[in-house]
């Protein structure tokens, strides 16, 4: 069983920055990896993604300020954060997806303030 153990997020004040991290139990190089995020009443939403092959995608939302990158030896995939805003408070949940299966970690609540 993959097992993605997240560390990072917290509270911030607008403007400020943030990492996440997501360290997963096996070799990462065969996984596509990304970032969800579900704010309170809201539906999960993808937030970027590092395709296996060596792009990237982001939603329009958060392009120009989050970057999402991978560290192969490291086994771990991470979400920077910068400017960040109000709107980006929510729980967020790094994900890895190798086709037939995939895989979920267990969240972490990051709180933007004014």
């Known amino acids: 069983q993959v097992q993605l153990v997240q560390s990072g997020g917290g509270s911030v004040q607008a403007g400020e920055s943030l990492t996440l991290s997501c360290e997963v139990s096996e070799n990462i190089f065969r996984f596509n990896l990304a970032w969800y995020r579900q704010a309170p009443g809201k539906q999960r939403e993808l937030v970027a993604t590092?395709?296996?092959?060596?792009?990237?995608d982001y939603a329009e939302s958060v392009k120009g300020r989050f970057t999402i990158s991978r560290d192969i030896p490291k086994n771990t995939v991470y979400l920077q954060m910068n400017s960040l805003k109000p709107e980006d408070k929510a729980v967020y949940y790094c994900?890895?997806?190798?086709?037939?299966?995939?895989?979920w970690g267990q969240g972490t609540q990051v709180t933007v303030s004014l």
């Open positions: 994900h890895a997806d190798q086709g037939d299966y995939d895989y």
């Open positions: 590092s395709f296996r092959w060596g792009t990237t």
